[in-house]
Nanobody
Framework: QVQLVESGGGLVQAGGSLRLSCVVS????????MGWFRQAPGKGREFVAT???????YYAGSVKGRFTISRDNAKNTLYLQMNSLKPEDTAVYYC???????????????????WGQGTQVTVSS
């Protein structure tokens, strides 16, 4: 029912920046906990960042200080601003929505109900 459409991925040099967007369908976006996850070849899906309905955020240690998650409820859009990119950031990035009643920070992928198709981010050295 709920669809998430991601954009903004691409190729960037190490040290560069990229902003990912995720547009979410429906009228309940503002009530969702939202998250970004990534998956590199041969690796499992890794938590990147989450933002609660209140706007508070939490980041994986590997990206803290470099990435910023944000949301624009008026546009039903989630963002991930990625700065100081490193080759190890190369992965398919997925946005996800958790429609649970608590609306709090969530790092567990199994707790998310809806997922985008993923967008490729490649960081060259």
């Amino acid at each position: 029912q709920v669809q998430l459409v991601e954009s903004g991925g691409g190729l960037v040099q190490a040290g560069g920046s990229l902003r990912l967007s995720c547009v979410v369908s429906g009228r309940d976006f503002s009530s969702y906990t939202m998250g970004w996850f990534r998956q590199a070849p041969g690796k499992g899906r890794e938590f990147v960042a989450t933002i609660a309905r209140s706007g508070i955020t939490y980041y994986a240690g590997s990206v803290k200080g470099r990435f910023t998650i944000s949301r624009d409820n008026a546009k039903n859009t989630l963002y991930l601003q990625m700065n100081s990119l490193k080759p190890e950031d190369t992965a398919v990035y997925y946005c996800a929505a958790d429609d649970g009643p608590l609306g709090r920070l969530e790092v567990r992928p199994l707790e998310y109900d809806y997922w985008g198709q993923g967008t490729q981010v490649t960081v060259s050295s």
